[in-house]
């Protein structure tokens, strides 16, 4: 019975562990310094980043760099420290 209930709990927490699916199971707070972003006209926007955010819902990035604030894809974007 004991050994039951061990292996009930494993199944439990390995369970909760994967229906997470793309999320973190603790947040971790990034910084960066600079970014580069690809426009679809082709053209890269390099600089020091403001601030940034990436979205809980989807793969959206918004990064403000030099006063203008882009938002766009997660592949499109590469943040550096």
């Known amino acids: 019975m004991k050994r039951l209930m061990i292996a009930l709990l494993l199944l439990m927490t390995l369970l909760l562990c994967t229906a997470c699916g793309n999320r973190?199971?603790?947040?971790?707070?990034?910084?960066?310094?600079?970014?580069?972003i690809a426009l679809p006209d082709g053209t890269y926007i390099e600089g020091p980043v403001e601030s940034w955010r990436d979205y809980?819902?989807?793969?959206?990035?918004?990064?403000?760099?030099?006063?203008?604030?882009?938002?766009t894809h997660a592949t499109n974007v590469v943040l550096m420290n």
């Open 56 to 71: 809980d819902d989807g793969d959206q990035l918004q990064v403000t760099i030099n006063g203008v604030t882009y938002l």
């Open 24 to 36: 973190a199971m603790f947040d971790t707070n990034y910084t960066f310094t600079r970014a580069m």
